[in-house]
């Protein structure tokens, strides 16, 4: 038992070793484990002697990574998530286990375990990726879903693969006679299983979380969500199909509970814990003899499955539609051999399918292709480029980006929208309200068919190739509106579209402060950064509870803006400047101004209201019914309805309308 904890103890030990050089090095934090497990296990320095209760360990961490995946996997996540799921997730996930098993018989392998193979090889690593999507932000943008998905339809696909090696291992023995009968029982073990699962998820689970949570005890909920997971992965297992298949039922089953967010807060930090022992185990496992012996034919595997895999899922992209440098990254995301694919490849061997040779070879690409993953995302940009001059991938991508042209609209779009989710679907509201001609850019193609079912005039395509802009007449839009989650796309949009339109209001919804510097050294005229609107919106209205003076707020919004321009809410004064007129004038203003029915300057005339007399405001033009009245003569009378645009100076307020 001291053995064992000491152990523990120098894994953890060289676990936090592990993260902390990656850190540093910008590495996922999966590969330092999976080198220090090859350090520290029976075939290096021999530090660690348990080997076989690590495993175990590091199984229950398996069984708890696939309980949460089934935990944050939920039906209205899939359909959210359809085109990207159905279409990217199948092509990725057969198209490779289909390239893969053909190529495998040439190396004497029997035609089922090649097929097995292949489907195992097709699994990429949901730990790395994930994490390389997160610490760059990119989780949320059209690339990122489509990895995203394409990962969920991994992870759910591994079920029925490891469920295939028993009746694959039967075809495969001596006449082959009994892969009929493994396929019946296995078929009727899967719709056993799915009746128990159908049972827990309507009557069983439900009942037992709401007696757990009227008790209001952490301690009692964490209890049950362990039972739960290890009660129905047990089930599984005693039905002669896997834990793995179990946990992520019991997962599945919680997710569509009103409990699942909490259950995967309590379960989070289990399973990472457990999954850092699973990769250590996995570098145990390692045998640099056969790694030493074989590595000739070692690299080769590694260099045929890091040339498919990228080639494969870059085309699932393109098939859903993503750019060429979108659908590259996303290959190259998804090109290494993943975590999954060494429980699928246990369950074979478990299975009498395969045996450790073919452990160990899938083991050698496993760890071969992590340690390639960073330099195959840092190369995407420098292959898009050259495979974009390539001819046939001009013409590929050209039918990819074919548009149908716009509506014909009376004149080219005043406000472009680049982007078409919150923010975008709000801005195109208001200016269809305001009869302000507007376009959207979208590349979300569930977006862009929402947007042509409410006859908003759009454009699919990625906004930051000038083809797109053009396409949508950016050159000619006085003010274009970027508001996407993708920060390293917005950077590229506004380089683009700056170029085109020289004289356009550009406004960028950012996430943080630190992107509105260089947004704006790039063209952006205006960035709104979320954390500091978020924190100004917070502290007004909490001051505002405390009775604090609005004068008083607005001195300390000012104060908290600090160098950044100022960018005033609720339709106050800059929100509302005419940025068109490119009126650059010390301590001076431009507004529109609309007047209302209640207004005091309506049935006046312009020399009569005295506004530059009373308030230093001059009448630039009225737009009345649609028509313009430029530079207006003091005789002019003003009528409700009218829209005034002035100069004024900066800290005027219009509250005459």
């Given at each position: 038992?001291?053995?064992?904890?000491?152990?523990?103890?120098?894994?953890?030990?060289?676990?936090?070793?592990?993260?902390?050089?990656?850190?540093?090095?910008?590495?996922?934090?999966?590969?330092?484990?999976?080198?220090?497990?090859?350090?520290?296990?029976?075939?290096?320095?021999?530090?660690?002697?348990?080997?076989?209760?690590?495993?175990?360990?590091?199984?229950?961490?398996?069984?708890?990574?696939?309980?949460?995946?089934?935990?944050?996997?939920?039906?209205?996540?899939?359909?959210?998530?359809?085109?990207?799921?159905?279409?990217?997730?199948?092509?990725?996930?057969?198209?490779?286990?289909?390239?893969?098993?053909?190529?495998?018989?040439?190396?004497?392998?029997?035609?089922?375990?090649?097929?097995?193979?292949?489907?195992?090889?097709?699994?990429?690593?949901?730990?790395?990726?994930?994490?390389?999507?997160?610490?760059?932000?990119?989780?949320?943008?059209?690339?990122?879903?489509?990895?995203?998905?394409?990962?969920?339809?991994?992870?759910?696909?591994?079920?029925?693969?490891?469920?295939?090696?028993?009746?694959?291992?039967?075809?495969?023995?001596?006449?082959?006679?009994?892969?009929?009968?493994?396929?019946?029982?296995?078929?009727?073990?899967?719709?056993?299983?799915?009746?128990?699962?159908?049972?827990?998820?309507?009557?069983?689970?439900?009942?037992?979380?709401?007696?757990?949570?009227?008790?209001?005890?952490?301690?009692?909920?964490?209890?049950?969500?362990?039972?739960?997971?290890?009660?129905?992965?047990?089930?599984?297992?005693?039905?002669?199909?896997?834990?793995?298949?179990?946990?992520?039922?019991?997962?599945?089953?919680?997710?569509?509970?009103?409990?699942?967010?909490?259950?995967?807060?309590?379960?989070?930090?289990?399973?990472?814990?457990?999954?850092?022992?699973?990769?250590?185990?996995?570098?145990?496992?390692?045998?640099?003899?056969?790694?030493?012996?074989?590595?000739?034919?070692?690299?080769?595997?590694?260099?045929?499955?890091?040339?498919?895999?990228?080639?494969?899922?870059?085309?699932?992209?393109?098939?859903?539609?993503?750019?060429?440098?979108?659908?590259?990254?996303?290959?190259?995301?998804?090109?290494?051999?993943?975590?999954?694919?060494?429980?699928?490849?246990?369950?074979?061997?478990?299975?009498?399918?395969?045996?450790?040779?073919?452990?160990?070879?899938?083991?050698?690409?496993?760890?071969?292709?992590?340690?390639?993953?960073?330099?195959?995302?840092?190369?995407?940009?420098?292959?898009?480029?050259?495979?974009?001059?390539?001819?046939?991938?001009?013409?590929?991508?050209?039918?990819?980006?074919?548009?149908?042209?716009?509506?014909?609209?009376?004149?080219?779009?005043?406000?472009?929208?680049?982007?078409?989710?919150?923010?975008?679907?709000?801005?195109?509201?208001?200016?269809?309200?305001?009869?302000?001609?507007?376009?959207?850019?979208?590349?979300?193609?569930?977006?862009?068919?929402?947007?042509?079912?409410?006859?908003?005039?759009?454009?699919?395509?990625?906004?930051?190739?000038?083809?797109?802009?053009?396409?949508?007449?950016?050159?000619?839009?006085?003010?274009?509106?970027?508001?996407?989650?993708?920060?390293?796309?917005?950077?590229?949009?506004?380089?683009?579209?700056?170029?085109?339109?020289?004289?356009?209001?550009?406004?960028?919804?950012?996430?943080?402060?630190?992107?509105?510097?260089?947004?704006?050294?790039?063209?952006?005229?205006?960035?709104?950064?979320?954390?500091?609107?978020?924190?100004?919106?917070?502290?007004?209205?909490?001051?505002?509870?405390?009775?604090?003076?609005?004068?008083?707020?607005?001195?300390?919004?000012?104060?908290?803006?600090?160098?950044?321009?100022?960018?005033?809410?609720?339709?106050?004064?800059?929100?509302?400047?005419?940025?068109?007129?490119?009126?650059?004038?010390?301590?001076?203003?431009?507004?529109?101004?609309?007047?209302?029915?209640?207004?005091?300057?309506?049935?006046?005339?312009?020399?009569?209201?005295?506004?530059?007399?009373?308030?230093?405001?001059?009448?630039?033009?009225?737009?009345?019914?649609?028509?313009?009245?430029?530079?207006?003569?003091?005789?002019?009378?003003?009528?409700?309805?009218?829209?005034?645009?002035?100069?004024?100076?900066?800290?005027w307020e219009p509250a005459l309308a």
């Amino acid at each position: 038992m001291q053995s064992l904890l000491l152990d523990l103890v120098l894994i953890f030990g060289l676990s936090v070793l592990a993260a902390v050089v990656c850190h540093r090095l910008r590495l996922p934090s999966a590969i330092g484990l999976l080198l220090a497990g090859v350090v520290a296990g029976p075939q290096a320095l021999q530090l660690v002697r348990n080997v076989h209760e690590i495993e175990l360990l590091a199984e229950i961490g398996v069984v708890l990574l696939l309980f949460v995946i089934g935990l944050e996997m939920s039906i209205a996540d899939l359909g959210r998530l359809k085109r990207f799921f159905l279409i990217g997730g199948s092509s990725q996930f057969f198209g490779t286990a289909a390239v893969i098993a053909l190529l495998l018989p040439l190396t004497g392998l029997q035609v089922q375990q090649s097929l097995y193979l292949g489907f195992a090889a097709a699994l990429s690593s949901t730990a790395i990726v994930l994490r390389a999507l997160q610490d760059k932000g990119e989780l949320e943008t059209p690339k990122g879903r489509s990895i995203l998905s394409v990962l969920i339809y991994q992870d759910i696909g591994v079920v029925p693969v490891m469920l295939m090696a028993p009746m694959l291992a039967g075809s495969a023995g001596p006449g082959g006679g009994g892969g009929v009968t493994a396929l019946g029982v296995l078929l009727l073990k899967v719709l056993l299983v799915g009746l128990l699962g159908y049972a827990a998820y309507r009557w069983i689970v439900p009942t037992v979380l709401e007696r757990i949570t009227r008790t209001r005890s952490s301690e009692a909920f964490l209890l049950g969500v362990f039972m739960l997971c290890i009660g129905i992965a047990v089930l599984t297992q005693s039905l002669g199909l896997s834990l793995a298949l179990g946990a992520f039922l019991a997962g599945f089953i919680l997710s569509e509970s009103e409990y699942s967010h909490q259950a995967v807060a309590v379960m989070l930090p289990f399973r990472d814990v457990l999954m850092s022992l699973f990769f250590i185990s996995i570098g145990m496992l390692l045998d640099l003899n056969y790694l030493m012996e074989h590595l000739g034919v070692m690299l080769l595997l590694t260099l045929g499955v890091l040339l498919i895999k990228p080639l494969v899922a870059a085309a699932a992209s393109l098939a859903v539609g993503l750019p060429l440098a979108q659908s590259v990254y996303a290959g190259m995301a998804l090109g290494q051999v993943g975590e999954f694919s060494l429980v699928a490849t246990k369950a074979g061997v478990s299975a009498g399918l395969l045996s450790q040779n073919h452990f160990q070879a899938v083991l050698v690409v496993l760890v071969l292709s992590m340690l390639a993953t960073p330099l195959m995302l840092q190369a995407s940009p420098v292959v898009s480029r050259v495979l974009g001059r390539s001819t046939v991938v001009r013409r590929i991508e050209r039918r990819v980006a074919a548009q149908p042209p716009l509506p014909e609209t009376p004149a080219a779009p005043r406000v472009l929208i680049i982007g078409f989710g919150v923010t975008g679907r709000n801005l195109a509201k208001t200016c269809q309200a305001c009869d302000v001609p507007f376009a959207v850019v979208e590349l979300n193609t569930a977006l862009v068919r929402e947007a042509r079912s409410q006859d908003i005039p759009v454009v699919y395509g990625d906004a930051s190739q000038s083809a797109i802009l053009d396409l949508a007449q950016a050159s000619r839009a006085r003010a274009i509106v970027v508001v996407i989650d993708d920060a390293a796309a917005a950077r590229r949009i506004v380089e683009v579209a700056r170029r085109m339109a020289p004289d356009a209001y550009i406004l960028v919804r950012s996430r943080y402060l630190r992107e509105v510097e260089p947004l704006t050294q790039l063209g952006a005229d205006e960035v709104i950064a979320d954390e500091l609107e978020v924190s100004i919106e917070v502290f007004s209205r909490v001051l505002s509870r405390m009775l604090v003076p609005r004068e008083s707020i607005k001195a300390l919004i000012g104060e908290v803006r600090g160098s950044w321009r100022r960018m005033a809410r609720n339709l106050a004064a800059e929100a509302t400047q005419v940025n068109d007129l490119r009126v650059v004038l010390p301590q001076l203003a431009t507004h529109s101004l609309a007047l209302s029915g209640n207004s005091s300057l309506a049935g006046q005339t312009i020399a009569q209201s005295q506004l530059r007399e009373q308030h230093g405001v001059t009448v630039l033009a009225v737009q009345r019914n649609g028509q313009t009245i430029a530079n207006p003569r003091g005789d002019v009378q003003l009528l409700a309805g009218d829209v005034l645009f002035v100069i004024s100076p900066e800290d005027w307020e219009p509250a005459l309308a």
